[in-house]
């Protein structure tokens, strides 16, 4: 699909942002080239580095008070990239609300929240003030596993029946679980693989953890909502020379791999078949009409796909949220609804290894329960 430049439309939101730290600068401020957005002010608790910020992104105003500029400016959106508080806690929540109170629109990077609970008192501030928030799981905008979601929603891949991935995590003891600065690294990375399963899979019912005690490697046992049953290696230990992550969705007779974030093999259902012990050659005796389909980037070409901002789904996450609300909807990839089952997924690797337990909607459960 051609990307639009800045430029290039015709209506823009004037836009705000929080936080003017290396993440941002280097990932989320560069894609505004391509999504509808007018700079109008950024802030950072570094007033030194604010102006900076402002000055090569073109901002009109900066401020080292988000009160200030809320006060100030008129903005349709504001953008949120900033980390966790003295205690461990990332500051979305508090920030996030702010900006909903004040009339704006809110994308707040991952991870979104310490809580579930928390989670639901941003659910609760947007539909109180009608204000829309996006949260930023880069995963579910990977091209490649936005490809892989394409081939299984078609009608001839069958309802999925399984899916597996692999996360190169290690999740820690369970004495070690109820201290957020301990837990902060494995927040900030255990929403990447699941969001990708829920974008997948769709809602998960039930998870089942089991920990390895020497790296902290794991395998979570996951019943979909669906039907579908998965799994998730939390592959600590592996070699840092190896690729970091796969995902396989096992269809009817079709499946799909997504290798190291860029590989994406669809293996479809043969349109022939050659009797068991017949077949004199390792091509199956299959019609080129039944061969595995491949895509890869070439790594060549000036595009914008060989770009990691598009690669790594920066760029779609801002664009997909940015144009939603120019059409005056709330994002359908990235939802405060996705953070609520994430965040719970989370609270329910806290609790003590080899136990299953429920997941529920946001309007459905406030804790967790044992299957």
Known sequence: MP?????????????????????????????????PVNLVAVCDLDPVRAADCAKIFGAERHYSNHSEMLAREELDVVFIVTNVDEAGRPRYPTLAIDC??????VWIEKPPASSSAEIREM??????????????????????????????????????????????????????????????????????????????????????????????????????????????????????TSFLERLEIIGQEENVLVENNVRVVHYRRPKEKVPYGRSSDYFGGFSDRSAPLFWEPEFSLGQLYNKGLFLLGYAPEVIH????????KGPEYGTLDDAFELLQIYEAYLQPDQMAHRIGKPQERDDLFVC
């Open 3 to 35: 990307a639009t430049y800045n430029y290039e439309y015709s209506k823009k939101l004037r836009t705000g942002f929080i936080g003017c730290g290396g993440h941002a600068y280097r990932n989320i401020y560069p894609t505004f080239q391509y999504a």
């Open 321 to 328: 949220f940015t144009t939603r609300l120019l059409e005056e």
């Open 123 to 240: 659910i609760n501030a947007s539909a109180k003030t009608k204000r829309h928030v996006g949260v930023g799981f880069k995963k579910m905008f990977f091209p490649a596993n936005r490809k892989a979601k394409e081939i299984i929603n078609r009608s001839e891949f069958g309802p999925i029946t399984s899916i597996t991935a692999r996360y190169p995590q290690s999740l820690p003891p369970f004495e070690a679980r109820s201290n957020l600065k301990k837990m902060i690294g494995f927040l900030d990375h255990i929403v990447h693989p699941h969001s990708v399963l829920r974008l997948i899979g769709g809602p998960i019912d039930c998870i089942y953890v089991n920990r390895n005690d020497l790296v902290g490697s794991a395998i979570a046992s996951i019943q979909f909502s669906s039907g579908a049953v998965g799994s998730l290696h939390l592959s600590s230990g592996q070699s840092p």
């Open 100 to 105: 909903m109170r004040a009339g704006t629109h």
